[in-house]
């Protein structure tokens, strides 16, 4: 994973919350901006033999908010380039579109990529609809314990679903909460981040135009997944 | 649009109805598989002038059952080739997956296609996973009035979303039928058909298999959407 | 296809001609940005019934100059989104790239594209390595004779291989001439055009800014293949 | 990269040789097919910041030949699924087509995938045209020095274009040959592997049939490419 954080308009962030929900007091414009290039299965392992099932990339937005009394993390837009990721997603809460994501990896070998080391240099872009939306750079600077601070709470998530009547009423409109389990996490550095966001006619994510970068990381993470908890219906 | 109507065991099509519908009495095996190359918009048609928002194919089954005492046709299995259009139809009650879909265009002038006339030869294949999942060719005999008669009654789907909590419990179970309005047909030609299914170790498309071919068709169509009428809760 | 005629600075024009070549007399920075969406298929129409071997799209420019005493088209830019398309213009001396392109089909039922009459808008897109470098549109206002007329003349590309010692040697370097037979041209028309090229830092398209729009044209047309004439090898 | 080296109908190679060139002695029917998951750059690795440009995936068979007293390597089909590597691999003298290409990666933490130790499972599939071609899975077994003898020699290429007249004659036809420099191998592991070939109307890899299995190969590597010899031109 490739992370930048950095700080936006506080405004930008409320203008994401769910209803009740209000902007942390620490760093209330905070925001991720995260690429992840996944290997993913089921408990039969078998899409890790037939990777097309298996691999995918995506880049989300991560913020923070205040709800009853917690601080909660939550993904507004994420792009992936697999449909099995985007239904996932759906269930998870993950408001999930089309969009090609690529990021430079590590090597360890060669020398066409930066090592994990002091000066690795990455990028990482983000298209959606045939338009660029963001380009982030990441130079080492050390090692470090954790990958920012924006997306370590459990997640805050709507699920909702119009009803077929198109008539503005819901069939489904839930505040869910989730996080994995056998977290794992190594290779953790920070460094220098830059981070361009493009307009585009048909996407909200420049509004959350970067006023100034707090950080940047790299990191790889294992993670398993199984539920989550419907915290309040509408 | 192409279609092949064609016969398969009618168990495999009893397999796929919802709860408390039966098969039909006539033909009860009857199966359509239709290829389309669509042009969506909304109101504002704005899609219309960036059009990668606006194209898109798709490959479709429809099968017939009854239910309270009328005849339903209903989609178990879609693919669709662009994001916008697999998330509509999730709100349609359509099971959307990508799949990488083609079909021959008629042409006016030149020779590298057929035209609408009798003679003319049309193929149509569906991938997804890196797999090739159905072929079909289609040779126009003559014009007709109709393009099948399986995909010709109000859809009835599920619109299904199982809890967060992922323990079997469902936050929206609804069955559901919606039709265009303002439809309107042209062109419409009847021919031969040939139609192969291909095994895929994650697919169940090819549990339909081809009995024995009804027909082919080969029209245009428009038609509008606003909203469906839920016919029943879980 | 969906073509724009304008006129770019004519320095951007001769700095893309073959040496010995020079810019045409009337109207030197004239250049058409032409998009198509094709069928192809070869002497035994095998693919017209695979269509993912068949159908085609592409986005490129065409220039003219003058050559001993003739009149050329030229194309120096082009993007196909096949590699049956991409290696076939390599043979025929288009410099090809990978690209997304779209354009808007005309309709004639339905709501969701243009009809082939006065009024009917049209747009274009071309996206490469994940960043959208063109954008145009068309609105038809009469029908007409002629598509325009850049595009017009045989073309005078060149076909040019380095040598596997990239010592700055050519394997193959050669001025070509190619034209179709058997076009036939129907549904063509004229109307105003916009056109927006957009910087990327690996393409050079937007070098051809421009300054002034001559006019739009839609029209469909069919042509045969077979081969060129080799005009000069260095 | 993952390698399956395997055993053919020797006839099977020999069709595929340049003239003049025979089959090896010992082994000659020996097949590898080789998957690879690449990063990219030129001298100022300007791609690495703008991974769509650096990261693509191939697959490829290698078969080896005697030609002047010495034993070659040669890639008579190979798929890859970027624009900038197929170009880069006409100049080299690879044949190159796009495909779907996946491979297993291996991973350090979590549990989606293989671990590089005994037991590892790793699969890599290979799609073109909209129809699986290979598949292949590898089980590590042990490290061990070389991942295989097939693809271990200087590649044997003709580099071949025809004149654009179509009439048989060419306008490069070459041999010449090529090898990396600065080559650099890590993480080599031996295993079992399985491999199936898929027969497709439109490619003939599927001649190559697998009779019996060599062996299977994990490893890293890292090699810089700057040109190549022309031994003979026709």
């Given at each position: 994973?490739?992370?930048?954080?950095?700080?936006?308009?506080?405004?930008?962030?409320?203008?994401?919350?769910?209803?009740?929900?209000?902007?942390?007091?620490?760093?209330?414009?905070?925001?991720?901006?995260?690429?992840?290039?996944?290997?993913?299965?089921?408990?039969?392992?078998?899409?890790?033999?037939?990777?097309?099932?298996?691999?995918?990339?995506?880049?989300?937005?991560?913020?923070?908010?205040?709800?009853?009394d917690?601080?909660?993390?939550?993904?507004?837009?994420?792009?992936?380039?697999?449909?099995?990721?985007?239904?996932?997603?759906?269930?998870?809460?993950?408001?999930?579109?089309?969009?090609?994501?690529?990021?430079?990896?590590?090597?360890?070998?060669?020398?066409?990529?930066?090592?994990?080391?002091?000066?690795?240099?990455?990028?990482?872009?983000?298209?959606?609809?045939?338009?660029?939306?963001?380009e982030?750079?990441?130079?080492?600077?050390?090692?470090?314990?954790?990958?920012?601070?924006?997306?370590?709470?459990?997640?805050?998530?709507?699920?909702?679903?119009?009803?077929?009547?198109?008539?503005?009423?819901?069939?489904?409109d839930?505040?869910?909460?989730?996080r994995?389990?056998?977290?794992?996490?190594?290779?953790?550095?920070?460094?220098?981040?830059?981070?361009?966001?493009?307009?585009?006619?048909?996407?909200?994510?420049?509004?959350?135009?970067?006023?100034?970068?707090?950080?940047?990381?790299y990191?790889?993470?294992?993670?398993?997944?199984?539920?989550?908890?419907?915290?309040?219906?509408?």
């Amino acid at each position: 994973m490739l992370t930048v954080e950095y700080r936006t308009d506080p405004e930008r962030v409320a203008e994401l919350l769910p209803k009740e929900a209000t902007l942390v007091d620490d760093d209330p414009g905070a925001v991720a901006l995260i690429w992840a290039d996944w290997q993913s299965c089921g408990d039969d392992f078998s899409e890790i033999l037939d990777p097309v099932r298996s691999q995918y990339k995506e880049c989300f937005v991560v913020i923070r908010c205040r709800w009853h009394d917690e601080t909660w993390s939550r993904c507004p837009y994420i792009w992936v380039d697999k449909d099995f990721a985007l239904a996932r997603g759906y269930h998870q809460g993950y408001p999930k579109k089309l969009g090609e994501i690529w990021m430079t990896r590590p090597i360890t070998v060669g020398r066409a990529g930066p090592r994990l080391e002091v000066g690795g240099r990455f990028g990482a872009t983000l298209t959606a609809g045939g338009r660029r939306l963001a380009e982030a750079r990441l130079e080492l600077t050390r090692e470090t314990g954790s990958p920012g601070f924006v997306n370590g709470h459990p997640m805050l998530h709507n699920r909702y679903w119009p009803a077929i009547e198109s008539d503005g009423s819901a069939s489904m409109d839930e505040l869910v909460t989730m996080r994995g389990y056998d977290g794992e996490t190594a290779d953790v550095w920070a460094g220098t981040a830059e981070l361009e966001l493009y307009d585009s006619p048909i996407e909200e994510l420049s509004l959350l135009d970067p006023l100034e970068i707090i950080g940047g990381y790299y990191h790889r993470v294992g993670v398993s997944w199984r539920g989550g908890t419907t915290l309040a219906t509408a």
